[in-house]
């Protein structure tokens, strides 16, 4: 007769070293550095977005902004005129119980004509930030992965760029191509494109000569797999930051072309182009004319660099 079937071994517990130590996945038992990372990962800080939103900053900013998209897509809707409707007779009236912010010299209502003002800014703005932002990473990483010659060469001429004032570039190419928006998103975005170029090229300088680079390059990656695949990813944080900060400059550059008249054309409502055109009234008392445009502008300039510090500070931290 057989002897006693062996009975089926109960799991251990518990190390034989440490009665408490966990298991791992496979059964096996962790050490103590294994323990110790298990245990940092359990007290992880919470997720960027969670820090952001832990910040006044932030969802002041936040708020604002929110604020102006609502104005730029429904405007229309909201206004309580029409932004293009002339009333000769009510002319430079103050604010008032009928007209909130007053109206202009045309009699059109300001406050109908800076919420719809805020349509075009902020089509602009993004497209043209965007636009910008892909260029010059593009072109930033080019530089600083390849080096040499093309560095060089490719730095001498944005030096060259760079050393024309802003507007006097955005001038020039405004006569060239015209100012209708897509065409001043092109221009901000191209002016825009050497100064984010600079930018990424400095922080890739950090990154090319990194292990996982060298390792990339063992491996016969292409040089485009290795610098959108590998160094892009480590060096988004500063994009980020860099995208937002260019954001508020595009907003004001916007106003600015608009109030030297080489923005939208008129009628059409602007805060720049509404400035422009009432600032005289100052000297007469109608100081509602250029007040509120210049406070809408003022509002979602600094909306936006709050959110840009709030952004930097969380992923600096």
Known sequence: MSGPLPQPAEPAGASPVDPVAPLDRTGGYLGPNAQ??????????????????????FLVGAAIVLFWVVCAVFGHAIAPYNPLAQQLLGANTAPSSAHWFGTDPLGRDV??????????????TPLATILGTVLGTALGLAMAYFGGWFDLVTGRILEAFLALPFY??????????????GGITVIIGLVFTPLIARTVRAAVLAERHQDYVSAARLLGENPARIMFGEILPNIMPAIVVEFTVRLSYAIFAVATLSFLGFGIPPPTPDWGADIA?????????????????????????????????????????
Do not use: C, K
Request: without cysteine.
């Open 277 to 317: 055109a009432n600032y005289t009234g100052l000297l007469a008392g109608y100081w509602w004319q250029t007040l509120f445009p210049a406070l809408a502008i003022a509002s979602l300039v600094v909306a936006v660099a709050l959110v840009a510090d709030s952004i930097e500070q969380v992923l600096n931290s």
């Open 111 to 124: 406050l109908s004509r800076v919420i719809t003002g805020a349509r075009d800014i902020l089509i602009i």
């Open 168 to 181: 006097i570039i955005a001038f020039l190419f405004v006569v060239a191509v015209g100012n209708s928006v």
């Open 36 to 57: 110790a990372a298990v245990a940092a990962a359990g007290r992880a800080g919470p997720a960027a977005w969670q820090l952001l939103l832990r910040r006044a900053t």
